[in-house]
Antibody
Framework: QVQLQESGPGLVKPSETLSLTCTVS?????????WGWIRQAPGKGLEWIGS???????YYNPSLKSRVAMSVDTSKNQFSLELTSVTAADTAMYYC???????????WGQGTLVPVSS | QSALTQPPSASGSPGQSVTISCTGT?????????VSWYHQHPGKAPKIIIY???KRPSGVPNRFSGSKSGNTASLTVSGLRAEDEADYYC???????????FGTGTRVTVL
């Protein structure tokens, strides 16, 4: 069974960079599919942030593209998210997930809440 | 890219059916047969229940069904059960972003 677990700092200050890592178990990320990040602000809907293939080809939400970077570490079976110049509007639950592209997102991590506050 | 439009809420009694709409544009819902549906229980991660408009992943009950007409996709939950009370989100491939766009979400209440 594919399992994903997000990790990262519990709090980020405004203007700083939010960095999260997702560790995948039960499946090798080099076996295929994309690996993505989705966020959900408190009481709000889902927002796709971006997805990256194991070879490193990323796709980003156009509204966040200027501030987002994703990468893959195949040796650790992990992938990562960096979001720069954060503001309070970036406060959200951040989910990592296995992304089958047009076939949908089939496995999700439990999510990690990242507040942006000074 | 704009979020797909869903009604904020829907409800039905146990055993009844409820249908949720998801309206987009010809650049997403209308242009591709790549609509997915997710449900999310409070405090939990979303779970996929429909992909490619009307296909169910293994283990998803056939009470969940999907369809599409033009720029609007629909999810029908038949034989409502208490455990179906959740938030439901549609998603579509978007030619604008080359990937996903989510719907605004619908809270389903089982009366």
């Amino acid at each position: 069974q594919v399992q994903l677990q997000e990790s990262g700092p519990g709090l980020v200050k405004p203007s700083e960079t939010l960095s999260l890592t997702c560790t995948v178990s039960g499946y090798s990320i080099t076996s295929g599919y994309y690996w993505g990040w989705i966020r959900q602000a408190p009481g709000k809907g889902l927002e796709w942030i971006g997805s990256v293939y194991h070879s490193g080809s990323p796709y980003y939400n156009p509204s966040l593209k200027s501030r987002v970077a994703m990468s893959v570490d195949t040796s650790k079976n992990q992938f990562s998210l960096e979001l720069t110049s954060v503001t309070a509007a970036d406060t959200a639950m951040y989910y990592c997930a296995r992304d089958r592209g047009v076939l949908g997102i089939d496995f999700w991590g439990q999510g990690t809440l990242v507040p942006v506050s000074s | 890219q704009s979020a797909l439009t869903q009604p904020p809420s829907a409800s039905g009694s146990p055993g009844q059916s409820v249908t949720i709409s998801c309206t987009g544009t010809s650049s997403d819902v209308g242009g591709y047969n790549y609509v997915s549906w997710y449900h999310q229980h409070p405090g939990k991660a979303p779970k996929i229940i429909i992909y490619e408009v009307n296909k169910r992943p293994s283990g998803v009950p056939n009470r969940f069904s999907g369809s599409k007409s033009g720029n609007t996709a629909s999810l029908t939950v038949s034989g409502l059960r208490a455990e179906d009370e959740a938030d439901y989100y549609c998603s579509s491939y978007s030619g604008s972003s080359n990937f996903h766009v989510f719907g605004t979400g619908t809270r389903v209440t089982v009366l």
